[in-house]
């Protein structure tokens, strides 16, 4: 049954937590709506009692194109975020509620300040900490699970929301559009669909991660966990963080090209670039929207 509520509605959504004794009759709760995910409602809920994220996955995506997912995925949030605490301890929110009837997640906000990693390395703040610490907690999912698939089977070996929100928008979208490479791609989607040797978060890429005042990394949208291929979120997570790089080093060229049409210096050597990286071999990717 689809959902009547709105969580974007702040009135309504007041009115459905008080209904269900979700907050205190005389509490005042703040709603604000957080922008940047295409794939989910997704609001704040502050008072000086609690302070929330409440999400409610769409049926279709807000994209130019039709994108469809089932909103019930919020509920393999639910489930991954009731698993994190064992798989990779202190490194997500902590589940607060479900609720089944309207598909909403609720987990505690990630306390201010903090910074989305991707914008911070689009901003040239790399850190090897962060880095490292990306690393360990890709590491402790998947060794950690692979210890459990059996425990973990019956809620993750189902593939459903990673196959209409991962492999359809992307491999199978593209397969339609370039038919050379439809063997190759297909070929992909048969491997990610029979593999199942650890717990995979299924988009784990910098624009999932918050950073932390005390540089603590949080790994959030768990709404495509399923049991797959380790791989995936090793290459998934070098694809985003290498065109991050790119478009960093491009954003170094431009600047560097405008600088020297108005003083005449040079900007073929690599001073203005990245350690490593020549401005002549600088390079932006262009990204999905949703990336």
Not at 76 to 92: D, F, H, I, K
Not at 107 to 129: F, I, R, S, Y
Not at 183 to 210: R, W, Y
């Amino acid at each position: 049954m689809a959902p009547w509520l709105d969580i974007e509605r702040p009135d309504d959504l007041v009115a459905w937590l008080r209904a269900r004794r979700l907050v205190d009759p005389d509490e005042n709760p703040i709603v604000s709506v957080l922008a940047g995910g295409v794939s989910s409602r997704t609001v704040r809920v502050s008072s000086d009692r609690r302070d929330w994220v409440l999400k409610q996955p769409l049926a279709k995506l807000r994209v130019p194109t039709d994108w469809f997912g089932d909103p019930s995925r919020a509920h393999r949030e639910a489930n991954a975020l009731r698993w994190m605490p064992v798989l990779a301890p202190g490194a997500t929110p902590i589940l607060v509620f479900e609720d089944r009837a309207e598909h909403i997640v609720s987990m505690t906000a990630v306390p201010e300040p903090h910074e989305n990693w991707k914008d911070m390395l689009l901003g040239g703040n790399v850190q090897h900490a962060h880095v490292e610490g990306f690393a360990e907690i890709l590491a402790s999912i998947h060794l950690r699970s692979g210890e459990r698939l059996d425990e973990l089977e019956p809620e993750f070996g189902d593939k459903r929301h990673f196959r209409s929100l991962r492999l359809e928008p992307y491999y199978q979208y593209t397969a339609r559009q370039l038919p050379a490479a439809a063997a190759f791609l297909d070929q992909l989607c048969l491997e990610a669909d029979s593999i199942m040797e650890t717990l995979v978060h299924g988009d784990f890429s910098p624009k999932n991660v918050l950073v932390r005042a005390d540089r603590q990394l949080i790994l959030v949208d768990h709404e495509v966990s399923h049991l797959g291929d380790p791989l995936r979120s090793t290459w998934a997570s070098r694809s985003h963080t290498s065109s991050r790089r790119h478009t960093i080093c491009h954003s170094h060229a431009s600047a560097s090209s405008r600088l020297s049409g108005s003083t005449g210096a040079s900007t073929t050597g690599d001073r203005d670039s990245p350690p490593g990286v020549p401005v002549s071999k600088s390079a932006r990717f262009d990204r999905p929207s949703a990336a």
